[in-house]
């Protein structure tokens, strides 16, 4: 890649950065920021961060060259990036007033404290860390049988009281299919039901996730207060070590919250309410199929049964056809060994009589040894023969 | 005190330098053409269906005459084990002297969602095992189980027992119910047959989105952001796309198959309970009379210590060794320092045996 867009995103942050150093300086000498720090010739729709806005312009030019995987990956970087960059805009609007003087009061700490951590929330929630519920989202997206796009549309805000209007449109969903088509309206209704159970429960989920965001918070608001109030922990003395801060308080509220039954109750109604959808779905894809004359989904599930079942006794029969084989084996070289002995007393003392018939003798032993000489060294009881083996491979 | 002493000029330097790694990163990444699933030499051995069972290969040649099979999780990939030069717990097992085979399951597509815990345990993996007796002429061999695959060897060995001369268990799970156990408190009301029943295969997507949901602003945040700090170095850039490979890398599962493990193991607990059935027969742990090492992380979410420790009051041997690794659930397999630790004492206390 050319050095091109890098250069002209480095251009483009030393512009930015006179902003924002004018800003700085401005904190400290205790002026009023700027009202829109990023607002520059070199750009005319900057937004009142300055950074964000060279990170927004440097991603559009860049990430055009990079790979799907990588502009992928990268993208979450960016995403991340950016709401680093909120942050930290956050703090030093927070502290501009700040620095350099301690609060007085513990209420002025609190006061500080909230001011700095009140946009957190909305900050990571409405850029970088919109999971689970969303990628829940995205993930049932990739699910077929019903769009999961369609779900996506079930956004709902989180103020939205649906009681009364879910009662009206239970009545109606209720009531009984009439005419030609009766079961089709049935079907319907009942999918229009499921429906809403699924919306009820994301709701659910939803209230669930922000609470989790709001009790973070305030964990965070009292982890600054204890680092304030305490003589043995250093302060936190970069932004880095403040995002790393938050996400430590995020994870500990989260860890809790998530264990309770009712966070347990929630997520499995979520999750179980959708399933439910998608059967529902699935069957009438299904009887579509049916009339078009294609083949369905449970058609091609009662095939692949069965061959799983024949594939089954097909194994147990080639392996019990081996460990046949080896059994007969084992008695081969057994009977042929006790042919042998048998044959060493019975014709030893003979061989002690000179007699004309000993030509045959030799005849006798010669085959046994043959026999004895074609079994393996050792049988394996249980292992399959090279045969069985072969036979057990799927082309 | 003010909790936060950021000066102006530490904050304009802080945010341009991370800008300026960012930037300087996305160069890194374009230069990475592919990752590699993989960094040891092998052979394919043996396959069946999508079932691979392969032999690394190493420069020395193997002290111990028994040979080690590793059984991996039906989630996500084997080539966490291997997944590069300086990390690869199948190459430090091949300096330990092992003669190391992997069984590589494959991706289930729709045709093997009647695809059973019988059907890998009694059929694969018993066949996997017969393939390499039978190869160096050996009645009994070397298992190392690792996850959900400890799980499966820990229900091989007390089936066939006399198969198995020393069973190894990595972050297996054998009490499903623990009370730290954050999986098992979401699935315990799942509609495991709903959800199969409708799904058939149970997708790798699904199983992600519930992994990350375990620590999702470590997993889907934080991690971005380090990242940041780490990514000038094009080698560390690309070992960190190895990994975020290897996450994102995550097979459907077949549905029977996920009907049991979640029903069984996780919502009623039997392994623990001897009430587990594969192919007609019982799972009895008191049936595992081999000697048995169980190596768990004590820092993982997923399987945590508990989950697996219980192995002790559960297993017929009395030769049972434990060892506990300080870290997580990956970087038992992947942190420097697994390495310098795990394999060798699992080499060691194979040698003993």
């Given at each position: ?229 305490s003589n043995d922990t250093k302060p936190l003395s970069s932004f880095k070590e403040v995002f790393d801060c938050w996400v430590d308080c995020c994870e500990s509220v989260y860890a809790d919250y998530v264990m309770t039954d009712k966070y347990a109750a929630t997520h499995v109604r979520m999750v179980n309410a959708l399933m439910a959808v998608k059967q529902l779905g699935r069957r009438m894809v299904d009887e579509s199929l049916g009339t078009l004359n294609m083949p369905t989904r449970q058609e091609l599930d009662t095939l692949h049964y069965r061959f799983h079942e024949i594939r089954r006794k097909d194994k147990a029969q080639s392996k019990e056809l081996g460990d046949l084989k080896n059994e007969l084996l084992t008695i081969i070289n057994t009977q042929a060994e006790q042919i042998k002995t ?54 | ?104 399951w494959g991706y289930p597509d729709r045709a093997d969602r009647f695809l059973t815990m019988d059907d890998y345990i009694n059929g694969y993996l018993d066949r996997c095992v017969d393939f390499i007796r039978q190869q160096h002429n050996l009645d009994k061999i070397n298992i190392l189980g690792i996850c959900q695959g400890g799980t499966f060897s820990l229900c091989y060995g007390s089936l066939h027992a006399d198969k198995v001369r020393n069973l190894v268990a990595m972050v297996t799970p054998v009490d499903f119910k623990t009370p730290d156990n954050m999986l098992s408190s979401w699935v315990q009301n799942i509609d495991v047959d709903l959800m199969v029943d409708t799904l058939g295969n149970v997708s790798g997507d699904l199983l992600n989105w519930t992994f990350l949901s375990l620590k999702p ?137």
């Amino acid at each position: 890649m050319s050095e091109k867009p890098i250069f002209n995103w480095a251009e483009s942050m030393q512009q930015y950065q006179k902003a924002y150093v004018d800003a700085c300086h401005a904190f400290v000498d205790g002026a009023k920021q700027p009202e829109n720090p990023g607002q520059t010739q070199a750009s005319a729709k900057a937004t009142e961060n300055p950074w964000i806005d060279a990170m927004n312009n440097w991603w559009q030019s860049t990430s055009g060259d990079s790979s799907d995987s990588s502009r992928e990956f990268y993208g979450k970087m960016v995403d991340q990036g950016k709401a680093f960059l909120e942050m930290t805009e956050n703090f030093s609007t927070a502290f501009q007033n700040a620095q350099g003087s301690s609060p007085a009061t513990a209420a002025q700490l609190k006061t500080l404290i909230e001011h700095a951590t009140q946009n957190f929330q909305n900050v990571f929630s409405n850029s970088a860390w919109q999971m689970p519920l969303s990628n829940w989202q995205h993930v049932m997206s990739s699910m077929s049988v019903l769009p999961g796009d369609g779900f996506k549309g079930m956004d709902i805000p989180l103020n939205f009281n649906q009681s009364d209007l879910q009662d009206n449109i239970d009545k109606i969903l209720s009531a009984p299919g009439v005419g030609q088509n009766r079961e089709k309206q049935e079907q319907q209704q009942k999918l229009l039901k499921l429906l809403m159970e699924y919306q009820s429960a994301i709701q659910e989920y939803s209230e669930s996730q922000s609470e989790i965001g709001n009790l973070s918070v305030r964990k965070f608001q009292e982890r600054l207060t204890e680092i304030a109030n305490s003589n043995d922990t250093k302060p936190l003395s970069s932004f880095k070590e403040v995002f790393d801060c938050w996400v430590d308080c995020c994870e500990s509220v989260y860890a809790d919250y998530v264990m309770t039954d009712k966070y347990a109750a929630t997520h499995v109604r979520m999750v179980n309410a959708l399933m439910a959808v998608k059967q529902l779905g699935r069957r009438m894809v299904d009887e579509s199929l049916g009339t078009l004359n294609m083949p369905t989904r449970q058609e091609l599930d009662t095939l692949h049964y069965r061959f799983h079942e024949i594939r089954r006794k097909d194994k147990a029969q080639s392996k019990e056809l081996g460990d046949l084989k080896n059994e007969l084996l084992t008695i081969i070289n057994t009977q042929a060994e006790q042919i042998k002995t048998l044959q060493e007393k019975t014709i030893a003392p003979v061989a002690k009589e000179p007699t004309p018939r000993a030509p045959a003798k030799t005849t006798v032993k010669k085959a046994a040894a043959a026999k004895a000489g074609s079994a393996p060294k050792r049988v394996t009881r249980k292992a399959p023969s090279a045969r069985t083996t072969a036979k057990t491979k799927e082309a | 005190m003010l909790p936060i002493t950021i000066r102006p000029d530490q904050a304009t330097e802080e945010i341009l330098n991370f800008n300026k790694k960012l930037a300087e990163g996305l160069e890194n990444l374009k230069g990475i053409d592919s990752i590699s699933t993989g960094v040891t030499p092998f052979e394919i051995v043996y396959q069946e269906d999508k079932m691979v069972l392969v032999r690394y290969k190493s420069d020395k040649k193997p002290t111990n005459k028994v040979p080690l099979l590793i059984v991996y999780a039906l989630v996500n990939r084997p080539y966490m084990t291997d997944i590069q030069e300086n990390r690869s717990t199948i190459k430090s097992l091949l300096d330990t002297g092992q003669d190391v085979y992997l069984i590589d399951w494959g991706y289930p597509d729709r045709a093997d969602r009647f695809l059973t815990m019988d059907d890998y345990i009694n059929g694969y993996l018993d066949r996997c095992v017969d393939f390499i007796r039978q190869q160096h002429n050996l009645d009994k061999i070397n298992i190392l189980g690792i996850c959900q695959g400890g799980t499966f060897s820990l229900c091989y060995g007390s089936l066939h027992a006399d198969k198995v001369r020393n069973l190894v268990a990595m972050v297996t799970p054998v009490d499903f119910k623990t009370p730290d156990n954050m999986l098992s408190s979401w699935v315990q009301n799942i509609d495991v047959d709903l959800m199969v029943d409708t799904l058939g295969n149970v997708s790798g997507d699904l199983l992600n989105w519930t992994f990350l949901s375990l620590k999702p602003f470590r997993l889907m945040g934080q991690k971005y952001l380090d990242m940041v700090d780490a990514i000038n170095s094009p080698e560390r850039a690309k070992n960190f796309m190895r990994m975020e490979k290897w996450i994102f890398d995550s097979p459907d599962q077949a549905g029977e198959t996920f009907r049991q493990f979640t029903k069984d193991f996780y919502q009623e607990n039997k392994l623990i309970k001897g009430e587990v059935r594969l192919g007609g027969q019982s799972v009895n742990l008191k049936n595992l009379s081999m000697p048995v090492l169980n190596i768990y992380a004590t820092e993982d979410h997923l399987v945590p210590p508990k989950a697996s420790k219980a192995l002790k009051e559960h297993v017929g041997t009395k030769d049972y060794t434990e060892l506990a690794f300080p870290g997580g659930h990956i970087g038992i397999y992947v942190s420097g320092k697994a390495h310098k630790q795990v394999p060798p004492a699992i080499g060691e206390w194979l040698r003993a045996r």
